[in-house]
């Protein structure tokens, strides 16, 4: 039974930084695919970075590339989602996931079994 926690999201202005995390209890992260994926009210759920758990691949959408980071820290069985450069159609709650298999698309939010309860981040002046 994975069970994913998501903290770190909160209000910041324009331009600001934010790093969220995704930790598990019990179960270590470094087997799973884990992405990261965020809806805003009225919107389709999308992904946002994800990272393989076979060659360690990345994959980050179009409007976040460059400002985006996804990590790894194994010592403490989390993954990060360092965001900077904050844009207000940023805004959204953002969700960590993971899936123990073969994924054909990498960050798919249809692919992943497993799904934390989100946490909100919200930019805005």
């Known amino acids: 039974q994975l069970q994913l926690v998501e903290s770190g999201g909160g209000l910041v202005q324009p331009g600001g930084s934010l790093r969220l995390s995704c930790a598990a209890s019990?179960?270590?992260?470094?087997?799973?695919?884990i992405g990261w994926f965020r809806q805003a009210p009225g919107k389709e759920r999308e992904g946002v970075s994800c990272?393989?758990?076979?060659?360690?691949?990345?994959y980050y959408a179009d409007s976040v590339k460059g400002r985006f980071t996804i990590s790894r820290d194994n010592a403490k069985n989390t993954v990060h989602l360092q965001m900077s450069n904050l844009k207000p159609e940023d805004t959204a709650v953002y969700y960590c996931?993971?899936?123990?298999?073969?994924?054909?698309?990498?960050?798919?939010?249809?692919?992943?079994?497993?799904w934390g309860q989100g946490t909100q981040v919200t930019v805005s002046s």
């Open positions: 019990g179960v270590a992260l470094n087997y799973y695919t």
């Open positions: 990272i393989s758990s076979r060659d360690g691949r990345t």
């Open positions: 996931a993971a899936d123990g298999g073969i994924l054909f698309r990498l960050c798919e939010p249809d692919e992943y079994d497993y």
